[in-house]
């Protein structure tokens, strides 16, 4: 098991919004924005401010760059470790992914890596594989073609090339936050309190530096420039040119976003659910809900393509909704029409047609693609509901695993002790009562109600900011996805630190408070502006600096000798096509280390891989040698790797531990004291994993053991059986 240690040593159908309605909108943001100089402000005030922003900006990216690939040096020392260690170092399907970074650092030729990748025939034994389309890899070839192509190798190793550009993606992130903030607010101070938030809540709003390889750390930075762009894009008096320009860096982000992550079909989703929103409470126009689904839909569609054409995406349930969404809305035409109540009624049924034709829709195209490749994600679902089997053992994998479980209460008490849950959950309720006031509003008619719109307390609800309206839903979307499934806090708790530091910086909401207490003036309102997020860095300065430079001085080391151990005998005394069998993240790690076969692994969107991943690991449960031997034989495996921190599992509680997941798939009782469903029987045979270290006939006649150490036990796998040897059933 890895450890560390401390070192020893060293426009559309509605009309567009009406000139009284824009010049509020833009009266709630006179300062100073990034793209006001563009829009003809150039003052020497306005240039000097604008750049100073700028400046901050870029400043906190590379602060947050140099603090991260500073602490992912001090935990590992990954300076002076050898190269199998900083390999092992990528854990679990962060070493597979890097794997093929170093693959393609190790071919011939650039065009040769990339066929190779095309007709794989080394992650699964037994198959050969497009890797480009199975899995979203296209981040390690275009950074091995750019390390191969620029003149750097010379002095910067292959590992740290690619670590840096991951550590240079968290810079994006945070300018892309500290952008939004800005925008959002009219004040860069807001940005620069965004990225002070992020970094002092690193724990909540990033794992980069102990996961460097994982797909999340490559999408969310895109993910973040994306909200940044169509918060710009839905700001008003744009003109044509400067829409056509971010309607195309909304298109780049969201390519790119979706080209690093398997999972970004379930992320739109909640995006366009939330652009549903808007557009039912006439929150945005025609042409600004069309625009931003069709940017949806062509960086999916780019993606199809540039991963030949997996059916994963072409079945999603976010390409049925917006197909369902753009249809319904298309032959709804008077939707926004007649009394409140009617409106609402049309609204309902609305939403009910959208529901069932994407429900149709995706039914239809699963069909015809045969696809199964998500079926996992939806059982997961189903069971985290309650409203499926909670046997079933794939979904049972994520269920026990803590990380897609419900968000822990800590997770609020550390947000609190940076002051960043309070101005947060305060502006949240403020923009939403705001925003509720702006929705009942817009279901008025339009023509009936002049008198009352050019009164101020209305004016400003329906003045309310399309942009502000966006990351108000994003927040809260997402805020309640990272609420039911822990995993996704990152997309959530970083656009949290933009949201809370508008709510410090922003005038609105000054404003009305400042209007409450009765003591609203221009000077005493740009004073509180600016001296609020002021004190409260000075604060953050003074509580956690000491902490950080703590944090920084804290010396650890990499310390595996295990690991190192099994990687060095496999590299050294096992074939170079030798096939094994194993958990998935060993497995992964496998791969990097020797290059060997493996039987499975952890990319687990495809049916056929994740039927094959609960064959091999029958070597924890309780079933025959003959029996196992057969699923290893079936699938090419010539060793087989078993782990003592899985065959005795203490981390998870009882129900939880692989060994009893596989046990109630099986059918069989659990080990240990405890309840048992009455329909479970005890099996005939031992355990296998513990069983095979007696070493008695009927497991010397199949397996040899050829390696151990205190934490792995390598057996190989005879060629040859008895003849009462057979395969069990189930697809292999």
Not at 13 to 18: A, L, Q, V, Y
């Amino acid at each position: 098991m890895t450890v560390v240690r401390q070192r020893k040593g060293s426009k559309g159908k509605e009309p567009p919004p009406s000139a009284e309605l824009q010049a509020q909108q833009s009266s709630c943001c006179s300062d100073h924005h990034p793209h006001q100089t563009l829009q003809g402000d150039w003052s020497w005030g306005a240039i000097l401010w604008t750049s100073v922003g700028w400046s901050v900006s870029v400043g906190l990216g590379l602060l947050c760059c140099i603090y991260m690939a500073t602490l992912h040096e001090n935990d590992l020392w990954f300076s002076n470790i050898k190269e199998m260690e900083r390999e092992i170092s990528f854990r679990t399907e962060c070493g597979l992914y890097y794997s093929y970074y170093k693959q393609m650092l190790q071919a011939p030729s650039i065009q040769e890596g990339i066929s190779d990748l095309i007709h794989d025939n080394l992650t699964e034994s037994k198959r050969t594989i497009n890797l480009l389309q199975r899995m979203n890899i296209y981040q390690e070839v275009f950074l091995s073609v750019l390390y191969r192509l620029l003149p750097i190798q010379s002095y910067l190793e292959p590992v740290y090339f690619y670590i840096y550009t991951v550590f240079s993606l968290q810079a994006v992130y945070v300018i892309a936050l500290y952008l939004t903030a800005w925008l959002l607010s009219g004040s860069w101070l807001a940005g620069t309190l965004s990225g002070v938030w992020y970094l002092l809540n690193r724990v909540d709003t990033t794992r980069v530096e102990f996961t460097i390889s994982l797909r999340e750390n490559w999408s969310l930075p895109f993910l973040a420039l994306q909200v940044t762009a169509i918060t710009c894009y839905l700001r008003p008096q744009l003109s044509v040119l400067q829409q056509k320009v971010l309607v195309w860096l909304m298109y780049v982000t969201t390519f790119c976003f979706c080209l690093t992550w398997q999972f970004n079909q379930f992320i739109l989703l909640v995006q366009a659910l939330i652009i549903y929103t808007l557009d039912c409470g006439d929150l945005l126009t025609s042409t600004q809900v069309t625009t931003m689904y069709l940017v949806q839909v062509c960086g999916l569609l780019s993606v199809w393509l540039l991963q030949f054409c997996n059916s994963m995406i072409l079945g999603s349930l976010v390409l049925s909704f917006i197909v369902a969404a753009l249809f319904i809305r298309h032959c709804q035409s008077g939707l926004k029409t007649g009394s409140p109540l009617v409106r609402l009624a049309k609204l309902l049924l609305h939403s009910a047609m959208v529901l069932l034709l994407t429900v149709t829709i995706n039914h239809l195209a699963k069909k015809a693609l045969q696809l199964r490749s998500d079926e996992h994600i939806f059982k997961f679902i189903k069971s985290k509901l309650a409203l499926g089997p909670t046997r079933d053992f794939d979904a049972s994998l994520y269920l026990c695993e803590e990380a897609f479980g419900l968000l822990p209460l800590d997770t609020l008490e550390r947000l609190g002790g940076t002051l960043l849950l309070y101005p947060y959950v305060l502006t949240l309720l403020l923009l939403s009562a705001m925003l509720a006031a702006a929705a009942v509003h817009n279901l008025r008619p339009k023509g009936c109600s002049a008198e009352e719109r050019k009164g101020g307390g209305e004016g400003r609800a329906v003045a309310f900011r399309p942009d502000v309206a966006y990351n108000l839903l994003h927040t809260l979307f997402y805020g309640l996805l990272a609420f039911s499934t822990m995993r996704m806090k990152y997309i959530w708790t970083g656009h949290m630190c933009a949201v809370a530091a508008y709510g410090v910086c922003g005038k609105e909401l000054w404003t009305l408070l400042l209007d409450t207490l009765r003591c609203n003036s221009k000077v005493l309102l740009r004073l509180v502006r600016y001296a609020v997020p002021l004190l409260v860095m000075g604060c953050l300065y003074y509580k956690f600096w000491p902490k950080l430079m703590e944090e920084l001085s804290e010396l650890r080391e990499f310390f595996d000798p295990d690991t190192v151990e099994l990687m060095t005998w496999i590299s050294t005394k096992t074939p170079k096509r030798a096939v094994f069998a194993g958990s998935m993240q060993l497995l992964a790690g496998i791969k990097l280390c020797t290059g060997r076969v493996l039987t499975n692994h952890p990319h687990y969107e495809d049916k056929d891989l994740r039927e094959r991943t609960k064959q091999v690991y029958q070597v924890y449960a309780r079933r025959s040698p003959e029996e196992v031997h057969g699923i290893l034989r079936a699938i090419g495996a010539d060793y087989v790797v078993l782990e003592n921190s899985i065959c005795y599992e203490k981390r998870h509680s009882r129900g939880c531990r692989l060994r009893d997941l596989l046990d109630l798939a099986n059918g069989h009782i659990m080990d240990g004291p405890g309840e048992n469903d009455p329909d479970l029987v005890p099996s005939s045979h031992p355990r296998f994993c513990e069983a095979i270290k007696t070493e008695t006939d009927a497991y010397g006649a199949l397996f040899t053991r050829t390696f151990q150490n205190k934490t792995f036990h390598v057996y190989r796998v005879k060629k040859k059986s008895k003849k009462s040897s057979k395969g069990p059933s189930g697809t292999l």
